[in-house]
């Protein structure tokens, strides 16, 4: 979704290109970023996003100068929830500039409600690769050969969380300010620095830093005070509060000064000892799909491969490992699961 533009606007309308003046907005919400910038990374987060319709509740890294315009480039790259889908959520890179940007949405699904439970996300950015995970499974992987992970190897970027309502209806739903206060709670994150083959066992990231919330580091964070066109909240620090050993990001209506009680998250208030690092290099599912058919390739901790149509119904599944084969299958999206992930596959 083109989207942000992170500049910082004043309050109140705001004169846009061509003398049109945006309309105030109604809404608060919070961004909280990081202070430095860097190139490549892993990042572990254990969040329990937020979600109503019109709401996006996201992570995400994003070179500062983006929004400037040609000659700088834009490069961002996206972990979202949107509002009206609460089933998954959606990644994208961005590149291009702020006047023509490519991106590459693609909605990585799951059998859970990411506005209820908790779950761990994480994010390996390098030079080879950029790979997105939800709880330790592989859900997208985009090699170093693509245009856009080369063009996103050029800048260093900062990495950020907000909340925010969008005027695209269409992409994330109707907002109902009646249906505020929605959080976005973070449990904790965890930044590994991209070190090849100087990492735990000869692996190619070292941790620097674990931050469980247990107070708010200004050496490492700051908190938004803008927004942007196509945003119904104005960013305000006051809706991004570190309590109770959890960050709350908050979507409220304009004038909201309650309180919001963190929920808890089962794992415990502590980043437990994890296994991600050990499985990070896990092939994905790789697939073939031509008329009618649809070759899966599924590693060795895929027991049963299914696929389904995009309201759920299964249409097929078999056995794993090794490679499957699904006939007399639909044209368009569908919906590939495996205990290695999900992804959304078109049918020619």
Not at 163 to 181: Q, R
Not at 263 to 281: C, K, M, V, Y
Request: aromatic share 10%.
């Amino acid at each position: 979704m083109l989207r942000k533009l992170h500049i910082a606007l004043a309050l109140g309308p705001v004169l846009l290109a061509g003398g049109a003046v945006r309309a105030a907005t109604t809404l608060n919400g919070a961004e909280f970023y990081s202070n430095e910038t860097v190139k490549y990374g892993r990042w572990e987060m254990r969040m329990r996003m937020a979600a109503t319709p019109g709401s996006v509740s996201s992570f995400f890294t994003y070179y500062n100068n983006s929004s400037k315009g040609s000659p700088e480039p834009w490069r961002e790259i996206d972990l979202e929830v949107i509002g009206k889908s609460v089933n998954g959520f959606q990644s994208n890179l961005i590149t291009g500039n702020a006047a023509s940007r490519t991106t590459s949405e693609a909605f990585q699904t799951c059998a859970c409600d990411v506005s209820k439970e908790f779950h761990t996300y994480t994010l390996d950015w390098t030079p080879d690769s950029i790979v997105y995970r939800m709880d330790g499974q592989t859900v997208r992987k985009n090699l170093g050969t693509e245009p856009q992970v080369k063009d996103l190897t050029q800048m260093p970027q900062s990495y950020r969380m907000n909340i925010w309502g969008t005027t695209a209806a269409d992409w994330a739903g109707t907002m109902d300010p009646e249906k505020l206060p929605v959080v976005q709670t973070v449990n904790w994150i965890a930044y590994s620095a991209y070190t090849p083959g100087q990492g735990p066992n000869g692996s190619n990231f070292t941790q620097k830093w674990i931050d469980e919330f247990n107070s708010l580091d200004t050496q490492r964070w700051a908190r938004g005070n803008w927004t942007f066109d196509g945003n119904l909240a104005d960013f305000t620090p006051n809706n991004a509060v570190v309590s109770g050993g959890y960050l709350m990001l908050i979507l409220s209506k304009k004038g909201w000064n309650g309180n919001v009680t963190p929920p808890a998250d089962p794992q415990g208030n502590s980043r437990p000892p994890t296994a991600i690092a050990a499985r990070a290099d896990a092939a994905p599912l790789r697939m073939e799909a031509t008329p009618g058919r649809l070759r899966v390739f599924a590693g060795a901790q895929s027991s049963e491969v299914s696929v389904s149509d995009l309201q759920g119904r299964i249409l097929a599944r078999s056995k794993g490992p090794g490679w499957m084969q699904f006939d007399n299958l639909p044209r368009g999206l569908l919906i590939v699961r495996s205990p290695e992930g999900s992804r959304l596959v078109p049918m020619p």
